[in-house]
């Protein structure tokens, strides 16, 4: 019998931790040209290779702020203490309100005017 109850305490726990608003999705740069559906409220993150040290870094470069947010700042985790090392982009937005509409970072050196970027991230956002 205290098993039965240690199991169910367990799954109210495990189900009340999974409803904590983490993101529910997690894009890479494999997901590059897709589209991710959310609820209203919900946030989800892209995640993207980059080396600051060569003074390219992602930005967003177009986004409907109707539609989706950026919540704070990107950040940004180096893959080891090394100098020069690369690392880990991460952006998070919110959906705000329901509708469709693409998110497009550039990857580039942001002082370089009339440069294409190295590289571009598109994903389209559907929100219900």
């Known amino acids: 019998m205290r098993k039965l109850t240690l199991i169910a305490a367990l799954i109210v726990l495990l189900t009340a931790l999974a409803a904590c608003?983490?993101?529910?999705?997690?894009?890479?740069?494999?997901d590059n040209g897709t589209a991710v559906d959310l609820k209203t409220g919900e946030t989800f993150t892209i995640s993207l290779e980059?080396?600051?040290?060569?003074g390219y870094s992602w930005e967003?470069?177009?986004?409907?702020?109707?539609?989706?947010?950026l919540v704070g700042e990107p950040d940004y985790k180096s893959d080891s203490n090394l100098i020069g090392a690369g690392g880990m982009f991460t952006f998070t937005f919110k959906a705000v309100a329901a509708g469709s509409a693409p998110i497009t970072l550039v990857y580039h050196k942001p002082w370089e005017e009339d440069v294409l970027p190295l590289k571009e991230f598109m994903v389209t956002v559907i929100v219900k």
């Open 21 to 30: 608003g983490g993101p529910v999705a997690k894009l890479v740069e494999a």
């Open 60 to 69: 967003v470069s177009s986004i409907d702020p109707a539609l989706v947010e």
């Open 50 to 54: 980059g080396n600051p040290t060569t």
